[in-house]
């Protein structure tokens, strides 16, 4: 299985899923999220940028951090009903 094809096949059901997967993949695979997230304009005049890499996040937003942590809630409450789902159908088949 694909992330594309899970994706496309949780989206069915859940359409707020395609967003959160396209905001969110970002971070997991390297790319601009990464880059435009470590980096900050330090002088207009001088036309500067400022990047950093640590294990500290200092230009992510507390906002940014809580739809994320709400993004993986969700998600994981959703894998957790299928796997309810998954497990009661098994019993009543035993």
């Known amino acids: 299985m694909t992330d594309a094809y899970l ?30 997230n470590a980096t900050t304009l330090s002088s207009e ?25 709400i993004g993986m809630i969700e998600i994981s409450n959703l894998i957790s009903s299928r796997v309810y789902g998954w497990i009661a159908t098994k019993r009543i088949e035993g």
């Open 45 to 69: 005049k001088e036309r500067t940028l400022r990047t950093f890499i640590g294990k500290i996040d200092n230009n992510v937003s507390y906002q940014s951090k809580i739809e994320a942590v």
């Open 7 to 36: 994706k496309k096949k949780a989206t069915a059901e859940f359409s707020w899923i395609e967003n959160v997967y396209n905001e969110t993949s970002g971070f997991v695979h390297f790319s601009n999220k990464h880059i435009m």
